[in-house]
């Protein structure tokens, strides 16, 4: 197949239509593409196989280099020893880590904890970084974590000229409340890259991506609803690239045909955006004084097999169980 526009004049319309930049233009979606100019397919299609080429690093990679880079981008400790062996060492520093399950299973929880856990220097497991947290669905739980803050510092302590340091965890953590899509669009696109760039964030938690995405379209605009979770994953996935940032997006669960458990919501639209997903389990107790019984289970990851762990939640966190 050739193509019916010289590759100038592709370019020149993209130009004119302010998608400047080959990253831009993976950020359109096929159909975005063929609304502009006069663009075809085979036209849409050439541009985003050369955009994605350019980007790419020729040449080969030595195993060495390979391993210095996974080390540059390093994991965010979940403060438990037993749930970061079960995933690989902590929270990928890279793409976008989905926490799943049904309500009351501790998504929340483990959240907030990674919240703190980020503030601490890299030799004690965090980032030494602060936290935005974005809520979808309720108000942020202040309470629960002022109850985390008097708690959690006892666990770990940093020593500096024989003085023990502890970080300000309440002055790292910003909090960033949105009701709808829009609202979505207009924090991670535009506040929240502002916000990058005069403080030092390494998590960035939204809570839940499915807040927004389940409740603002109708039956008949699902194709507008992939194309705004490619807009909004797409930008997670820029901001995890360029500043090396964890991001969790917390999501619902629903009921499958065919399937024994409950699934994922939003389906596979924004599967394909997930690079890691950990699917929370909350099973009932079998005896009437026994306690429920929960599970973590890596469900994909491009590094690691699946698994599960199970965890319990105290009044000082969430733990996993040996």
């Given amino acids: 197949m050739t193509l019916k526009l010289d590759w100038i004049s592709c370019i020149c319309i993209v130009l004119l239509a302010q998608i400047r930049g080959p990253e831009a233009v993976l950020q359109v979606s096929d159909f975005g593409l ?12 050439w ?5 994605a080429l350019s980007l790419l690093n020729p040449g080969y990679m030595t195993a060495l280099e390979a391993e210095e880079l996974e080390q540059e981008w390093g994991r965010l400790s979940s403060g438990c020893h037993v749930i970061d062996q079960a995933i ?24 907030l904890q990674l919240c ?11 980032l030494n970084g602060g936290a935005v947290y974005i809520c979808t ?8 974590l002022q109850q985390l803050l008097h708690l959690h510092p006892t666990k770990r302590k940093v020593w500096t000229c024989n003085k023990v340091c502890l970080p300000k965890f309440g002055d790292n953590i910003f909090i960033e409340h949105v009701a709808d899509v829009t609202g979505m669009r207009q924090c991670v696109l535009g506040r929240l890259p502002k916000l990058l760039s005069h403080h030092r964030i390494k998590l960035i938690v939204i809570d839940s991506v499915a807040g ?13 609803r992939a194309d705004d979770m490619r807009t909004i994953g797409g930008q997670l996935h820029k901001i995890a690239s360029q500043s090396k940032i964890c991001i969790i997006c917390t999501n619902q669960v629903t009921a499958s045909d065919g399937a024994e458990r409950c699934v994922p919501a939003l389906g596979l ?14 099973l009932e107790p079998c005896g009437v004084d026994a306690a429920p019984a929960r599970s973590l289970e890596v469900v994909f990851a491009p590094d690691l097999p699946t698994g599960s762990v199970p965890y319990d939640i105290s009044e000082g966190g969430f733990f996993g169980v040996k």
């Fill in 34 to 45: 063929l609304r502009v100019g006069s663009l075809g397919p085979v036209e849409a299609d």
């Fill in 137 to 144: 669905e309720d108000t942020f739980p202040a309470k629960r």
């Fill in 88 to 111: 690989g060492g902590g929270f990928p520093i890279k793409g976008v880590t989905e926490l799943s399950g049904q309500s009351g299973c501790g998504k929340t929880q483990l959240c």
């Fill in 212 to 224: 927004v995405f389940r409740s603002c379209y109708d039956n008949n605009e699902m194709k507008s």
């Fill in 47 to 51: 541009l985003s196989n050369n955009a």
């Fill in 116 to 126: 703190l856990s980020v503030q601490y220097p890299k030799s004690q497991g965090g």
């Fill in 269 to 282: 639209a924004w599967s394909n955006l997930v690079t890691m997903r950990i699917q929370l389990h909350r």
